[in-house]
């Protein structure tokens, strides 16, 4: 009888589990627009959109639950990441920090980097910091606010490709790695190591990291490794067979929007699944998340390269226009070889809206990788919109019993 009554406690339980997702309201609210996503809903899989949208229902206590819809979901359909693995070094590199305070690091303190291996290359400086000097603090200020890829090198480094990958297991990421740096080419034997840095708080020094070494590599069941009919090489010229993506990063849509509801709603997960991070680390990602580059003093940017809507594409695209004030979106954008990709958390003070939203979304027309002719800004850029604004215009109308306390959120962006 104990026997029979597990059993069916499983079913109910795999059963519940199978409810969770909802797999064809998406589709059908596309389908009721075919003015905005009928090219895209005519060839899904050439496209290679996958999407996860998450509503929250708040209780009378304001604590979260969640909702979640998907479209084309397929954990081991690859697709390439890009930036979007930047989220999690800054996570994991905080939390690294957090275990080391006791030797006085914090995530202010000096990070001097050095190289022991061939390619590698050293940090001594950093002229975007307001005392010009390089830290964990300012990389993660510089990935979150523009995506800067040295600044996610640099993290990489410091946390080491084991410790990151161990960090995704132990979160239950379990269809991600991420097994390289960015944008210069790192690959194979080269990626396994990494660079030896030094942490000192004014003269002192607290930390002194060797250069580490990682043998593993992380192997996934994943299919589409292989895409298109050439590529073009590291001297610039055709090779005409498919590209091969095997051996790079992966991150997973379900893995990114979990790690994002972690990072969100720590309160929504049980004590041992929580990140551990400060008050203060929460309040570093929420606001650099948030903030629009022209919003920033130091690190600086010049506002015709990145606009304040520059890394908003599940609402803006990539269009130059003025921000909503009563809009703020949490996330994490990558783009790179025809991938589009945001991971976001949307919130709309005045009207008491928020969500979760990721979608991913490719389009390669000539089958040519690096040769920088994607249709970023003709399919790309305008799906993205399309859906943000689509599921916005939803949430608009959604009833909700219980209106979000969204104070939390409301970021001092003046420092």
Known sequence: MKRILIIAFSLISLSVMAQKTDTVFLKKLMESKPELFSAVLNHPEHNQIQILYTQIKRDAKNKPTFKTFSYHLNPHHYFYPASTVKLAAVIFALEKVNKLKNTGLT??????????????????KDTSAKNGLPSIEHYVKKILLTSDNDAFN??????????????????????????NRLAIGDAGESAKHTNPNKFYNGDQLVYNQPAQYDPKDYELQLTNLIMGKGYL???????NRPFSLAGKNAFAINDQQKLMQKLIFPEAFSADERFSLTAEDYKLIY????????????????????????????????????PDPNIRIFNKYGDSYGFI????????????????????????????????????????????KNLGQSIYNLELKRTKKHKPDLSKFKMDYNH
């Open 107 to 124: 995530a202010k303190s000096t990070m001097i980097t050095d190289s022991a291996y061939k390619g590698q290359t050293k940090v001594l």
């Open 154 to 179: 640099r993290l990489f480094e410091f946390i080491g490709r084991a410790e990151i990958n161990e960090k995704l297991k132990a979160n239950g990421l379990n269809d991600s790695r991420i097994l």
């Open 233 to 239: 090489d590291s001297a610039d010229k055709l090779v």
């Open 287 to 322: 606001t650099y998340m948030s903030k629009y580059p022209t919003e920033s003093n130091f690190p600086k940017y010049d506002p015709k390269e990145f606009w304040p809507t520059y890394a908003k594409m599940l609402y803006y695209g990539r269009e130059l226009v003025t």
């Open 341 to 384: 990709i945001d991971n976001s958390y949307f919130v709309d003070f005045k009207n008491g809206v928020e969500y979760f939203l990721t979608a991913v979304i490719q389009s390669n027309e000539d089958g040519i990788f690096n040769d920088n002719k994607y249709e970023y800004d003709t399919v790309c850029f305008p799906f993205m």
